[in-house]
Every structure is written in structure tokens, then in C-alpha cells.
């Protein structure tokens, strides 16, 4: 018995060690009790993960970073868009988007309700083709890339938002320049939420993914582009 008394309380010393003897699992105190290595999104390496598959599609952090807590808090995020369906119409140059809803079958000022049958004016008549409906798809576009904008929404408390600062992060983990990048259907990126102060840094931050879709890069939007 002695020895086995022994045993379990070296084992409970050495859990002591590597995580501290406290027992509070919230990992928004993790530093307190040295356990910080073992919090998600404590590092790039291994962050808190979220993924989006429609756009466009809107992500807001609120939380704090910074003392008595993880300093820098990643999140990876991963972009995985369905191209069969989109919540939004994106325009081509030159043509605006259209849209058809089921309306009342009575007269409106003199307008009737119109009838869409895909059975009848099958073939050119005078000189008018045939009318073609195109799905809200994402099918067409080759080269496709959807754009990533990352907002710092702040406090509005200007000591504290003076100290908070976040950033974009590519595949490659390396440091974004700017607060707008574009991505492929598939990828991913990160976002960092880094605490310059030692205290504790409230944080209010949207990222939109999908404001823009487009085909391939102009030359000035080659700088945001995330390399495949």
C-alpha cells in the first residue's frame, strides 16, 4: 500500500509539473498554471480551426488576448466554396444581375403578371433570340478566385484598440501585408490576433469571405493574391 501510495502521488507531482496544480481547464487563463502549449490557437501551429463553404460568408471574433492568457491567438480558416450555389449575384462587365420572384397573378398599373415557359420560342424569331435563365452558379467562371477582406471593427476604447492588433496569414504561414487578399474555391489562410501590451485586450473583427469573385487577377490585385 505504501508503495503504491508513493506511486500515485509522484504521478500527481509530475502532472503538477507539466500542467501547474491548478485544475481550471478555461483555457483563457492557461498562462496562469503553464499549460499554455497545450491551448488551441495559442500558435500557428496549431490553431482554433473554422471553415466556409458559401459565400458570401461573414466571421466575427470577439474575445481578448493578452495577460493571463495567450498573447497571440491563430485561426485558420478553411475556404471550401461549393461552386453549385451562391448567396449573392456577382456581375459580369458591362451586364447587371437579374432577378425573377413569384408575384401576385392580378394587374399592377396597368402590368400583367408575365408567364416564363421554356417550351415555347425555342428558335430565333425577327431577328430576337431565345431567352436563357442562368442559375446563380459558380461553375462558370475559370481561374476562379474569391476575395478575403479582414476589418478590425475595434472597442472604441482608443488605449485599449491602440495595443490590439490582427493580421492575414498565408498558407505558407508568412505575414499578409495588407487587410484584403484573394484565395482559390479551395484554400485556406489565417488570421492572428496579437496583444502589444501587457494586459488584458478586448477585440471586436469581421473577415468577409467572397465580397468579389472573379476570374484570374488584374495586375494591380496580383499583391493580394495568396500563391497556390
Request: charged share 20%; hydrophobic share 35%; net charge negative.
Amino acid at each position: 500500500m505504501e508503495e503504491s501510495a508513493r506511486d500515485v502521488t509522484q504521478r500527481i507531482l509530475d502532472r503538477h509539473i507539466i500542467y501547474g496544480a491548478s485544475d481550471n481547464t478555461n483555457p483563457a487563463y492557461a498562462s496562469s498554471n503553464k499549460s499554455l502549449n497545450y491551448a488551441t490557437g495559442g500558435s500557428i501551429n496549431s490553431p482554433q480551426q473554422d471553415r466556409v463553404t458559401i459565400i458570401p460568408y461573414t466571421i466575427n471574433y470577439s474575445d481578448t488576448v493578452g495577460l493571463f492568457g495567450k498573447e497571440n491567438h491563430f485561426v485558420k480558416v478553411n475556404v471550401n466554396i461549393d461552386p453549385r450555389a451562391a448567396f449573392a449575384c456577382f456581375e459580369e462587365p458591362g451586364w447587371e444581375c437579374g432577378m425573377i420572384t413569384n408575384a401576385d397573378l392580378v394587374n399592377i398599373n396597368t402590368y400583367l403578371p408575365s408567364v416564363f415557359d421554356e417550351s415555347k420560342d425555342l428558335v430565333t424569331v425577327n431577328t430576337y433570340d431565345p431567352a436563357m435563365l442562368i442559375n446563380n452558379s459558380l461553375v462558370t467562371k475559370p481561374n476562379a478566385y474569391v476575395s478575403v477582406d479582414l476589418e478590425n471593427l475595434k472597442t472604441g476604447n482608443k488605449y485599449i484598440d491602440a495595443w490590439f492588433d490582427v493580421r492575414l496569414y498565408t498558407k505558407e504561414r508568412q505575414e499578409h501585408p495588407y487587410d484584403k487578399m484573394y484565395v482559390r474555391l479551395n484554400d485556406y489562410f489565417y488570421i492572428g490576433f496579437h496583444a502589444r501590451n501587457t494586459r488584458r485586450l478586448p477585440y471586436n473583427v469581421k473577415c468577409v469571405i467572397g465580397q468579389e469573385y472573379i476570374s484570374g487577377l488584374k495586375p494591380e490585385q496580383e499583391q493580394y493574391a495568396i500563391r497556390a
